[in-house]
């Protein structure tokens, strides 16, 4: 797994390619602290190159999400692809998650609630 | 028959859930396990995953597990139907309506097709460890059947219900394991399990709804399949270590006792085993790195 930050004005976009499962969940986790540690609450979570994840991979999203979420934020997920999507379809995650088809979107989607 | 030693070398507990003779493919999860060296410690099975949870813990092989199921799993297994059930039904207080005995078709068939594979054998005494799941008719309990006559707990775990009447087990009254948990990886949790393989089907959704009994299985595929995400939810964020879901995707259209469609079955998830194979290897080596620390 390869986990690339990119700041823009008011949010942080990581770029995660490969497979999230629980030999490289930890560093998922800490990315995404990292990144809020740096003041960025508001995160986008590009998926496009994200081909798996496993049940570990969810709790580090769904860790990240609250984190989040409590500091007045949110973790929004862009592009995921059909066998990923299922996986957080069938684990109910869907339901709590913000999906987006793009970045393009999911950035906007912060512009506009701002 | 005794309980053999733990296995050795790499293992998983697999866990089949709900999905009648759609459950034939955990036959192909099991064979490209077993192709890949990789063990089963325990197997939990859940209505018609059950029977096939019980055939994995018993050590048949794929090609018995086949068979059991083209014999096991028919139209003609199900289909007699129980017409004290249906005046019960119809006429409730004339017939007198009872819930421990409710059912529109009669079970005789299926526990003789059930009984002509497992004979006597006792859940506790399969060589692999074993848990059946049920539901308590009386309040809705998740119940682990980990003892006692293995035919009878296949039965109560597969009760369907309105077609078959609940089954009355020590001091419980048990329906079908889906209305509790389609997918009941809590159990493989709470025994232990770290790498969890758990196969899941979702209830398929009705094309045509012009009779009442496909308007019921409407609503029940509804309530199964929006109880199968919200357990998958809580338990992917409480398990303690990993969980691989097998979600095989049938692009056949798979009925009810489609006992044709068993070999395509098999394949498709012996195919959606394979694609995790390369991860499971990887992550049954840094369990075993963990256990057994390398000496400095």
């Given at each position: ?19 999230i ?7 998922l986790?800490?990315?995404f ?12 979570a ?7 994840t496993?049940?570990?991979g969810l709790r580090s999203l769904l860790g990240a999400v ?9 973790l929004?997920v ?10 957080l379809?069938?684990?109910?995650f869907?339901?709590?998650l ?17 | ?296």
């Amino acid at each position: 797994m390869q986990i690339t930050l990119t700041p823009h004005d008011t949010l942080a976009v990581l770029a995660i390619t490969g497979s999230i499962d629980s030999l490289n969940a930890d560093e998922l986790t800490q990315r995404f602290a990292q990144a809020m540690d740096q003041g960025h609450v508001r995160l986008v979570a590009d998926f496009s190159l994200v081909n798996y994840t496993s049940s570990a991979g969810l709790r580090s999203l769904l860790g990240a999400v609250k984190s989040c979420r409590l500091a007045g934020g949110d973790l929004r997920v862009a592009a995921v692809q059909p066998q990923v999507n299922r996986v957080l379809e069938i684990a109910g995650f869907t339901s709590i998650l913000n999906i987006y088809p793009d970045v393009r979107h999911a950035v906007e989607s912060f512009t506009e609630a701002a | 028959m005794t309980r053999a030693a733990p296995t050795q070398g790499p293992a998983v507990t697999l866990v089949i859930g709900s999905g009648s003779v759609k459950c034939a493919a955990a036959i192909g999860v099991v064979k490209a396990l077993a192709d890949a060296g990789i063990g089963i410690e325990r197997v939990v099975g859940c209505s018609g995953g059950a029977l096939f949870a019980a055939a994995v813990a018993m050590g048949f092989d794929a090609a018995t597990m086949a068979d059991i199921t083209v014999r096991t799993w028919t139209r003609e297994v199900t289909s007699k139907r129980n017409h004290l059930g249906f005046l019960r039904l119809l006429a409730p207080r004339l017939f007198g309506f009872r819930p421990d005995s409710f059912g529109l078709r009669d079970d005789a068939p299926m526990l003789a097709a059930f009984r002509a594979v497992f004979g006597q054998q006792r859940v506790e005494d399969t060589p692999i460890p074993l848990h059946i799941t049920a539901t308590d008719f009386l309040n809705g309990e998740l119940v682990d059947i980990t003892r006692g006559d293995l035919v009878e707990a296949i039965r109560a775990s597969a009760s369907l219900p309105l077609a078959f009447a609940p089954v009355k087990l020590g001091d419980r009254l048990l329906i079908d394991g889906y209305m509790s948990d389609p997918l009941p990886v809590s159990v493989a949790m709470k025994n232990g399990g770290r790498v969890i393989v758990a196969v899941g089907f979702e209830s398929p959704y009705q094309n045509n709804i012009r009779s009442a009994g496909r308007f019921a299985a409407q609503l029940s595929a509804i309530l199964a399949n929006n109880l199968l995400k919200s357990r998958l939810a809580f338990q992917s964020a409480a398990h303690h270590s990993e969980m691989i879901l097998i979600l095989p995707e049938f692009k056949q259209r798979v009925g009810l006792f489609d006992t044709a469609k068993v070999p395509y079955l098999i394949e498709e998830g012996e195919q959606a085993a394979l694609q995790q194979l390369p991860y499971l290897h990887a992550l049954l080596d840094a369990e075993r790195e963990r256990r057994e620390p390398v000496a400095a």
